[in-house]
């Protein structure tokens, strides 16, 4: 039981950094790449929402995965 508890929590947290990872790329490539081929503000503030959305959400995941932690010491 132990041990199924590591593994989830491991395979939570190697998933929230590669949402973390990813998202920061993704966002940094499209803030280089919009205004060369045009990309209107508008479409620049959608992307920026959709990557604090998903940082949200890896935050979230990275309380949950603290709290689970916290409970296995006490």
Do not use: C, H
């Given at each position: ?5 590591d ?9 929230v ?6 998202t ?10 919009g205004?060369?081929?045009g ?8 992307f920026d929402?959709?990557?604090l ?5 890896a935050f979230?995941n990275?309380y ?10 006490g």
């Amino acid at each position: 039981m132990e041990r199924e508890k590591d593994t989830a929590m491991a395979r939570k947290g190697r998933i929230v950094s590669l949402v973390i990872a990813g998202t920061l790329i993704v966002w940094m490539l499209l803030q280089v790449i919009g205004p060369t081929i045009g990309l209107a503000g508008r479409y620049a503030l959608l992307f920026d929402f959709a990557a604090l959305a998903a940082l949200i959400w890896a935050f979230v995941n990275i309380y949950q995965i603290w709290q689970m932690r916290q409970a296995e010491k006490g």
